[in-house]
RNA sequence: GGCCGUGUAGCUCAGUGGGAGAGCCCCAGUCUUACACACUGGUUGUCGUAGGUUCAAAUCCUACCGCGGUCACCA
């Protein structure tokens, strides 16, 4: 065999995009058919005109680990990937270059329109589809889908015409939440609250018959155009007397009446409220229980409209605001005003003040679908990971409000709706009708409105596999296994998936929903266009490789907990890499002349038997923290284990093999490492995907790829507890001995002879005999000797402890003798302070009593371990003294 | 205001009933025939505060303090 050479610097631009392509093009990612369960991931689809964050690589990340563990599990695996149309957030970014052009929608018209939109569309398409190549994700590309497809768009009709036949969708006159920036309706949680600095007036009515003034307070003096009434709390002594009476509506000609409502807090600035039910949602309420009819006074762009006087019209709210206030003190009206702070809503999108607005919109009824969901839930079928977002989830379903889902935009599903021009009739359609229904009339106009983007989103997991057709994909994927998302869109999203899914295909979407924490800066705050603290995910992988990225983030991740990052903190993964890279390198360069020949388990010593038992142990972790969405858990095991164990002990250890004369152990011991580069490279694989392949292919001992070879599993065969316990004794022997001459400041390069008394002749005597060069050769000392029956000459020798031996150091030369001694004497107290804790359990008759057995012996164990390592440090001390 | 989370080494965080951990940082040394993105050794903690449960608490309970999130708000 040739000795094989790897770059001499590890740099995954070299491998990264060529690996990528050859899984796609030989079709690694499709699902294989093989039998058993399949797994299934729908990606959460990234708005289509975004730009990928570090939110997305991320749970990207997550869910690629998760697709590729179960893949190499032989389980047929699908992960679908796709995109959403982003209704509002596309059409304005259409809106705002035509704008550039001195353009509006209106001027090219919808047709014209969408055309371009479709345009920007597929160009941002591209880039985000590159973006989530660049990542590593594994997604089944043959299977991606966008929210505008065909088969999808013919999903949310059937939806829609579905739910109206079942009264689940309406259409109602409403006051709705209105973003006048985006000129549109929203749902109520496409509303953000925010606290804004404003002020509180307090304005006075004059009553009608002039008796006086009553006091109201708003933070909206532009809205009493709108108003209807005033009200008070019923019970409130003060105002009893005026129910009934009339108000002159300053600056208007109009007379309102003072009713009685016991929404009205007491308590609250004056306890009279202005009422008005076109642009509050109380208010709205309260005109309601009171028949009075809304007054509307603005137009759709936020502007107050004609019903306002003349010199407020066409006037954007906030402005008109403190116009009216002035006009309001100018005729006296104005009582005082005070700074005051409270929540406004504003837009999710565009962060527009929303105004509550009065307009006739299509809703879901969503009390019937909510129960199914909250249902599935409570019977189990749903499990969320963490848990405790099941109380999310479940306070969410039980106070849910109907879904406003027509949107005023032209980007998006056009409602399925068609009204007859000359008999008024309405149709709800599943195919565009050619004429009215009920009178034959050929003019019909569809609705103007289209659907929210989430009516869309909504059926992701069976509609990108084909629903409403009974397809295969449909039948063998569907439900999907698990879900990964940010908690930011529980309600958003996921409620309304299981809501979906249970309403049209009586399953629950997925039966585990894996929620990740947000990706913040350093200083905890969330990452930010406006804050510019941001981190491109991009970038990030052409400075250290999406391997580095992929596998920090899930080191990272520990469950429910936030992940703090900045760009610096992506080293942790290139040093990995890195040290992967070299690992493999040099165990490579030396396959020259080699032969791989079959390892046998009687051909293993005990320094192999640790090896593979640790190697087993952390594949155990690895599963069983996969499987309980422990990320960071698994990523830890497998750092542990190659760094620390394979790299820092094994590898060091084979090297007098690897170097010595005989063909024979030359040959084992290169056999045994590329056997367990190879086991590495697979437990590895899922969380360092495009090192552990471009290895993999090199790798002399391995037929075809890592993606798809065998996950390595516990291995009942590979347990060695008792070697395990004696290479830890032997690396407990190296430690000291590097300790004590570190600590006693001789230098590394000096020699030291040792002598290692054991407590017992036996078992570790014999093993640290036939290990002896080993332990020299780690301790770099000149010579390490056995002596098990304390008979060698240890007088002048340098003593360290250890449980169940002790190694003498020949140390000539002066050394700090105060210092050790000092050292001793502390490590004596700390040592001490220890066993007294110990004694006061072992004296404790409650302990004896109630603890466990298996504690009491541990208690008793340590005991032991303290009193013999007191009793060296005394002795080590009195032989100091006597240097 | 309701609900949820969180407070562990200088920083970022693991640990969830029985001897306080990792990475980074810092200090000292080493270019030891893969790796200076390395190796060896070392320093660092009232485990937020106060009670309670327990033989035993960083870990469970209660209260409080700090931080964060989320839902809902009364003009």
New binding site residues.
């Given amino acids: 065999m040739k000795a094989i050479e ?1 770059e ?4 995954p631009k070299n491998f990264e995009d060529r690996i990528y392509e050859n899984w796609v093009d030989s079709g690694d990612f499709r699902p294989s058919k093989a039998k058993g369960e399949p797994f299934t991931i729908v990606m959460p689809p990234p708005n289509v005109t975004g730009i990928l964050h570090m939110g997305h690589a991320l749970n990207n990340s997550l869910q690629d680990i998760l697709t590729r563990y179960y893949r190499m599990g032989g389980r047929p695996t699908l992960w679908v990937p796709g995109t959403d149309h982003a209704g509002i957030a596309t059409q304005n970014i259409v809106e705002r270059q035509l704008a550039k052009e001195g353009l509006r929608r209106q001027d090219l018209g919808r047709e014209k329109f969408l055309e371009r939109t479709w345009q920007v569309k597929d160009k941002h398409h591209d880039i985000i589809v590159k973006q989530l190549k660049k990542i590593g994700c594994s997604c089944d590309w043959d299977h991606e889908r966008f929210t505008m497809d065909e088969g999808l768009s013919k999903a949310v009709r059937e939806t829609f015409v579905t739910l109206y036949e079942r009264g689940l969708v309406y259409k109602g006159m409403y006051l709705v939440n209105y973003c006048p920036h985006c000129g549109t309706a929203l749902a ?2 496409e ?3 925010q ?1 804004d600095k404003g002020h ?1 007036w307090n304005i006075e009515y004059p009553l009608a018959d002039g008796s006086g003034r009553i006091t ?5 003096p532009e ?1 009493m155009f709108g108003d209807v009434a005033v ?1 008070v ?1 019923p019970e409130d002594e003060r105002y009893k007397h005026l129910i009934g009476k009339m108000l002159k509506l300053p600056l208007t000609d109009r007379e309102i009446p003072v009713i009685a409502d016991s ?12 009422i ?1 039910p076109a642009h ?4 709205w309420e309260c005109g309601k229980r009171h028949n009075l009819t809304p007054i509307n006074i603005l137009n759709p762009d936020g502007t107050l409209n004609d019903v306002c006087p003349e010199k407020f019209r066409n006037i954007p709210a906030e402005k008109a605001r403190f116009m009216v206030a002035d006009e309001l003190a100018a005729q006296g009206y104005l009582a005082s005003v005070a700074d ?5 809503g504003h837009c999710y999108r565009c962060n527009t003040t929303v105004e509550p607005y009065m307009s006739e919109q299509w809703f879901v009824k969503m009390r019937p679908l909510a129960d199914k969901a909250l249902q599935a839930w409570k019977d189990g079928r749903l499990e969320f990971h ?1 848990k ?2 099941e ?2 989830y479940s ?2 379903l039980e ?1 849910i ?1 109907d879904w406003c889902i027509s949107r005023q935009l032209w980007w998006g599903h056009r409602i399925p709706v068609w009204y007859c021009s000359d008999c008024s009739n309405m149709m709800v359609k599943r195919e565009d009708p050619c004429c009215c229904d009920k009178c034959g009339s050929k003019n019909i106009k569809q609705d103007n409105d289209v659907l929210d983007t989430w009516f869309s989103s909504w059926l992701w997991p069976f509609s990108t596999l084909g629903w409403p057709e009974k397809t295969p994909d449909l039948q063998k994927f569907f439900p999907t296994s698990t879900l990964v998302t940010a ?2 869109i529980i ?1 958003f999203w996921v409620s309304r998936m299981i809501m979906a899914s249970l309403e049209f295909t009586g399953e629950v979407p997925f039966k585990d929903i894996y929620i990740t ?2 990706v ?1 800066d ?5 990452m930010s266009k406006s804050l510019g603290n941001g981190i491109d995910p991009l970038e990030v992988v052409d400075l ?1 490789g999406a391997d ?1 990225m992929k596998f920090t983030l899930c080191y ?1 991740a ?8 900045d760009m ?2 992506f ?2 993964g ?6 992967i ?7 490579l ?2 396959l020259e002349d080699r032969n791989i020949v079959e390892i046998k388990e009687e051909d293993l010593n005990d320094v192999d038997k640790w090896i593979y038992h640790s190697f087993n142990e952390n594949a155990r972790k690895v599963n069983a923290a996969l499987q309980g969405y ?1 990320f ?2 698994g990523a ?1 095991a497998v ?2 284990f190659f ?2 164990d394979f ?3 094994y ?2 250890a084979s ?2 093999e690897l ?1 010595s004369d005989d063909d024979k152990r030359k040959d084992r011991i290169v056999s045994i490492l590329l056997d367990l580069l190879a086991r590495s490279m697979r437990l590895m694989h899922p969380f360092l995907s495009f090192i552990t392949e471009e290895i993999y292919d090199k790798l002399p001992n391995t037929d075809g790829k890592v993606i798809s070879a065998e996950f390595p599993v516990f291995d009942e065969k590979l347990v060695h507890e008792k070697e395990a316990s004696l290479v830890e004794s032997l690396q407990e022997a ?2 000291g001995i ?2 004590a ?3 006693l ?1 001789i ?3 000096r020699k030291l002879n040792v002598t290692i008394r054991t407590d017992e002749k036996g078992e570790l005597s014999a093993f640290m005999r036939k290990y002896a060069s080993l332990i020299c050769t780690f301790s ?1 000392s000149a010579s390490v000797t056995i002596d098990d029956d304390k008979s060698s000459d240890i007088s002048g020798a340098f003593p360290v402890a250890a ?1 169940g031996f002790e190694s003498y150091l020949f140390v000539r030369e002066a050394i700090d003798v105060e210092k050790e001694i000092s050292r001793l004497k502390s490590e004596i107290e700390k ?1 001490q302070a ?1 066993l007294d ?2 004694d ?2 072992l004296n ?9 057995a ?3 012996e ?2 008793k ?2 005991r032991a ?2 009193v013999e ?1 007191i009793d060296k440090a005394q002795k080590h001390m009195e032989a100091l003294k006597k240097l």
């Avoid at 350093?522 to 969330?526: A, D, Q, S, T, V």
């Avoid at 890279?581 to 165990?587: H, K, Q």
């Avoid at 404790?844 to 466990?852: D, E, G, Q, S, V």
């Fill in positions: 790897l001499k610097v590890y740099d109520d949680d509303v953000e609250h606290n509180l109201v307070a708003t933070t909206r809205t009200a709390n929404f009205v807090g007491i308590e609250f600035g004056t306890g009279m409220v202005k008005t509050d949602p109380n208010d005051y702070d409270h929540e406004v963490p405790r977002w109380n999310t306070s969410w106070n409000r908690y930011d309600f924490g947000l913040r350093k200083l905890g705050r969330k250290y580095a990272l520990a469950q429910g907990q936030d992940v703090l990052i610096d903190s080293k942790m290139s040093k990995f890499a890195n040290k890279w070299n690992a493999t390198r040099y165990i360069m030396n422990r960071n858990e830890q750092y542990d760094w620390n790299c820092d002990w590898i060091e090297k007098p170097y190296v430690r590097r300790n001459k570190a600590q400041c230098p590394p390069d770099n449980p040592t220890l804790g110990v006061k359990k404790n008759p409650n302990f004896i009593n109630n603890a466990k298996e504690a009491i541990k208690e164990g340590k371990e303290f390592k």
